[in-house]
Every structure is written in C-alpha cells, then in structure tokens.
C-alpha cells in the first residue's frame, strides 16, 4: 500500500505559539497534495492544498519537496479553535491517501 | 445549499444483516466515493464513481457495493455484514476527481454486533 506517514503526536501547545507538523509519502509520482482539519466525531474539511512553491493562507503555511517527498504544515499564532487533527493527504493515480493525522491541543 | 447529507447517523446492525448507506450531494459533482475510517488507521477508500452509470473500485471494496443512478445519489451498499466492518463511512463528493478539494458527508457511525 502507498503510505502516507505522519507523527501522531499529541501536540500540546499554548496559545500564541508556533507548531509545524511534518508528513511523509512513499509514492514518488504523487501528483496532489493537500491538508485536511478534522474535529472531534466530525468530517473532515480542507484546510489546504500544498504546492510546490509553497502557498500560504493566514496563519497557515504549507511546503512541498517532491525531492524529499515531505509536506509541511506550519501553523503560527496559535488559537485554542485550532485543536483539532491534521490530516496530510496525497494523491496517487486514482487514489487518495490519507495519514493517519496528528493531533493538535491549544490550551489557554 | 445542503452539500453532502448521509443517512442514517448511526446504525446496529447484527452479523449477516444487510443495508444500504444513503449519501446524496446538491452540488453538481461528477465524482463521488466512500471511506470508511477506522482507529489508529487513515481514511481508507471503499468505491468511488466518475459519474452516473460508472463506478469503480478503491483499496477496501470486498463485502460492498455500489450504483450511480444519478448524479446525486451514490449508496453504499452491505451484503452481509460483519463485525470488521465496525467503523464510521464517510460519503465525499468533488467537482472533477481526486486532485480536487472532497466534501464530505457528516459520517454514518455503524456497529456490528
């Protein structure tokens, strides 16, 4: 199976700070690559895709290196509605793959 | 708009019994697919469908089936149910195929006893 690997944590962190979350892919020819938020009993949403040049969206940066095959998500300023699980997905031909997420918890 | 509804929410079933996972999209998206998710495991692909009248298989399809009458409509199907398939199912549906942003379903928790 085409793997998608990423730390399980938790994260546990105060509001304000800075968390970055790494994800790995097996697959080399990949060719979409995204982040998805998932709360609580809830479905997943996306957060955002990753691009080669790296793409941000307010506090909220991803990167891609198809030469290490790595994602990043970085996530600064931290708010406690950002607890949730961060998915990291790949696409490979006619499939999704999913990681198995990391979770995050932002404490006041 | 509504965007993907599933029904039901929950469901027991006992081993043997059949059902059928309703999920239905308002948005006009050819591509539609089932996941189930399970503990300690990521979203795992059960069948997804390009458009009406054409479906296809995912990485986990044994013990399930589906039809795509419609645009709208993408049931999932369980033969005879068994305990291995305790988990939540998620619908998702998207403009145009995979390297697209997936709008899921609010999920069908399903017990088998």
């Known amino acids: 199976r085409k793997e998608v690997e990423q730390d399980p944590g938790p994260f546990n962190v105060p509001e304000g700070a800075t968390v970055a979350f790494n994800c790995t892919y097996s697959n080399s020819a990949s060719q979409s690559f995204f982040w998805y938020r998932q709360d609580c009993r809830k479905e997943p949403k996306l957060l955002m895709s990753v691009y080669s040049s790296g793409n941000e969206d307010g506090r909220f940066t991803a990167q891609l290196n198809r030469a290490s095959q790595y994602i990043s998500l970085l996530i600064r300023d931290s708010k406690l509605s950002d607890s949730a699980t961060y998915l990291c997905?790949?696409?490979?031909?006619?499939?999704?793959?999913f990681g198995k997420g990391t979770t995050l918890s932002v404490s006041s | 708009n509504a965007g993907v509804t599933q029904t039901p929410k929950f469901q027991v079933l006992k081993t043997g019994q059949s059902m059928t996972l309703q999920c239905a999209q308002d948005m006009n998206h050819e591509y539609m697919s089932w996941y189930r998710q399970d503990p300690g495991m990521g979203l795992r692909l059960i069948h997804y469908s390009v458009g009406a009248g054409i479906t296809d298989q995912g990485e986990v399809p044994n013990g399930y089936n589906v039809s795509r009458s419609t645009t709208e409509d993408f049931p999932l199907r369980l033969l005879s149910a068994a305990p291995s398939q305790t988990s939540v199912y998620f619908c998702?549906?998207?403009?145009?195929?995979?390297?697209?942003?997936?709008?899921f379903g609010p999920g069908t928790r399903l017990t088998v006893t």
């Open positions: 997905v790949v696409q490979a031909g006619t499939a999704l793959i």
């Open positions: 998702a549906s998207s403009y145009s195929g995979m390297g697209y942003e997936q709008y």
